[in-house]
């Protein structure tokens, strides 16, 4: 620890914590290494994944400190020592033991049969004297997708073990070794916490479990999918690291293997966390909940005075520190400290928002001719100070903008151009439409419903189907009327069942539509009629970021241009700074029309010249007509 007692020197001078929207009150009693284990609150707060954390000591200045991440080791293995295997009567006996008694919690049994299904039970000794059994109900299998060689039991110390494998229902396999896993070095400091299933959805072969962890910034540890379900076999995955596993569980005679835990181990950024599981053609599994489980994540610092400290969260453009202190994680995780018992997070009193703000560099005024725009929206702001604002665009301005958002301006007084930031593709939202049975005479076995959008050529994600029907499968079409003709525009199969209902279907759409009606249809066959009870139309959420002052100076939002070119602003190379920075949410005004969209001629009008060209033309040929005619003589 002498490289520690080095940095009690190292001090900082007074520094302006205006621009931290929250803080944590440290009581520190005493002199020393000091160590407190975050509040999940705390991570949440923090703008830029913990990169924005500051300490500070009670006379005001900002010092040192190391964060003690999770670092995830491989549980350590030991190979065995004087394997031996023998047949006692309809049984296979292993034995084996390791060097020493350590603390294990699973073997593994090598082998190189296939397609195999085996019980088996597990006992160890330390002392050579007394066995215990470690796990009665063990299962062995290679068959039918899952793959277990390894028996689990409660972590204990052990230095001896033994495994009978039943041979009564097949013939003995031959096994070549075996191994012990001990127990991960970290693997105390990860604790279960409450969380929220948001959503379950089923869509093409695939559930999607969306999971609300209630905050931000944790290390997430496990997940472990709960489900009654005796007999599956199943991938999954999760959106945090992406990494494909086998999820399984098996049952023979009352013995049983399982593994239906993902592994993470990473910091989240995001509160919410999606769980994909892969049914393929197998009805999708019955999850009861999800258990998962965070890492505690300790700070360390020095603290050289008794007195309140405070660590400061929440700033989105403070820029992760560099200390020497953390560089020494490593040392500090097995030092002795005194944990300190940190006070509620709470809002800093200090925060003011305008020390928040980007830093773009020098401000110009860039003046926009609004000749050819056709709508025009008042942007009403809540607030009359200079600050980053959000605003969502709704139905009229997306439908009524160009593709893309090129069109789409922010004006100030005297036609002075805001630069925007669009933020599009990251958030959707979901409303309810009124569906309207539309059957179809010929076609008496398809179930046909209509129903229709808030506008034309809305930009629509998805459509949520509910239904109280509980056994059926269907295949969903959807589609569009356009020129009196129907286009297809998604599809999806549908399947539910009393043991695995699936009362809502997802159908991808992903594009803008050209009307403001839409058809769904599925053929019964000879069944019952599908019974639909709502559905929702999915919509992408899309917004712009720009800075200006609001209140007095009136701000609007000009679109409906069609050769429009895409703007290309500067701080597109501050994005991440504009992404970060506290946003004021605004709102759009009542439409503006200023420049109306001539309606196109119908096919029975035209232009007076096109019908004297016609004349003309219809005239000329009659006369060449009737010179080639041959002339008829009246008769004298």
């Known amino acids: 620890m002498k490289h520690l007692l080095l940095l009690l020197a190292a001090t900082s001078a007074l520094a302006d914590h205006a621009a931290w929207t929250h803080l944590q009150k440290l009581p520190v009693t005493q002199s020393g290494l000091q ?6 609150a705390l991570l949440d707060a923090s703008a830029t994944a913990l990169g924005d954390l500051r300490l500070v000591n009670p006379a005001g200045e900002e010092r040192p400190y190391a964060l003690l991440k999770h670092k995830f080791q491989e549980p350590p293995t030991h190979e065995s020592m004087n394997f031996i295997q023998k047949l006692e009567g309809q049984w296979t006996k292993l034995e084996f033991r390791i060097q020493s008694p350590q603390m294990v919690e699973s073997v593994w049994l090598n082998t190189d049969a296939r397609g195999f299904i085996k019980a088996a039970k597990l006992e160890a000794t330390a002392d050579g004297v007394n066995w215990h059994t470690l796990n009665a109900n063990a299962l062995l299998t290679d068959q039918n997708g899952p793959f277990n060689r390894q028996i689990n039991f409660e972590p204990g110390t052990w230095s001896q073990f033994r495994v009978s494998v039943d041979d009564r229902r097949s013939a003995p396999l031959v096994f070549t070794g075996a191994g012990v896993r001990g127990v991960a070095p970290t693997a105390d400091n990860a604790v279960p916490f409450a969380v929220k299933i948001i959503s379950r959805t089923e869509n ?18 496990t997940a472990r999918l709960l489900t009654s379900e005796a007999m599956f076999n199943r991938s999954g995955y999760n959106s945090l690291i992406g990494i ?30 999606t769980l994909t599981i892969r049914n393929d053609e197998n009805p999708p599994l019955k999850i009861d909940g999800v258990e998962i489980t965070r890492h505690v994540l300790p700070l360390v610092f020095q603290a050289d005075v008794a007195g309140e400290w405070q660590l400061f969260a929440g700033n989105p453009q403070a820029s992760a520190p560099s200390y020497d202190l953390a560089k020494m994680s490593d040392q500090l995780r097995r030092a002795s400290s ?86 599009e593709g990251r958030e959707t939202t979901r409303a309810a439409v009124v569906l309207t049975p539309f059957p179809d005479e010929k076609r008496p076995k398809t179930s046909r419903w209509r129903f229709t959008l ?48 699936q009362p809502e279907l997802r159908i991808d ?12 249809e599925t053929d019964n066959g000879d069944n019952p009629a599908l019974q639909l009870t709502s559905v929702e139309i999915e919509k992408p959420v899309v917004s712009l970021l720009f800075e200006a002052h609001g209140g007095a100076r009136p701000l609007h939002l000009f679109y409906g241009k069609a050769n429009a070119y895409a703007p290309d602003y500067d701080i597109r190379f501050v994005r991440d700074r504009f992404e970060k920075a506290t946003h004021v949410p605004v709102k759009l005004g009542d439409a503006e029309v200023l420049k109306r969209v001539k309606a196109r001629a119908s ?15 219809v005239g000329g040929l009659l006369w060449v007509v009737a010179r080639l005619l041959p002339k008829v003589e009246s008769a004298s």
């Open 35 to 40: 160590r407190v284990e975050l509040d999940p």
């Open 204 to 221: 093409g072969g695939s559930t999607k479990i969306l999971i609300d962890l209630g905050a931000r910034n944790l290390e997430l540890g």
């Open 244 to 273: 494909k596993k086998i999820l399984y569980r098996q049952e023979y005679e009352g013995h049983f293997a399982e593994d239906v835990t993902l592994h993470m181990h990473e910091l989240s950024p995001e509160r919410e966390l």
């Open 338 to 423: 005194v944990l300190v018992k940190a006070g509620a997070v709470e809002p800093n009193p200090a925060f003011r928002a305008e020390a928040a703000l980007p830093a773009t560099g020098e401000a110009g005024e860039v003046r926009l001719d609004t000749r050819g725009w056709q709508w025009r929206r008042a942007i009403l702001p809540s607030e009359n100070e200079k600050r980053v604002f959000r605003l969502d665009l709704d139905d009229h301005a997306l439908a009524h903008s160009t593709s893309g958002g090129g069109d789409l301006r922010v004006i100030a007084a005297e036609g002075v151009l805001i630069p925007h930031l669009l933020i």
């Open 454 to 501: 808030p506008i034309e050529k809305l930009t629509v994600k998805a459509l949520h189907l509910r239904t109280s029907s509980s056994l059926f499968q269907r295949s969903i079409r959807v589609l569009e009327p356009v020129d009196g003709k129907m286009r297809s525009i998604g599809s999806a199969n549908w399947k539910s069942t009393p043991d695995s209902p």
């Open 509 to 520: 759409i992903g594009g803008r539509l050209q009307g403001a009606e839409l058809v769904v």
């Open 603 to 617: 096919s029975t009008s035209g232009s007076p010249w096109l019908w004297a060209a016609l004349v003309l033309v």
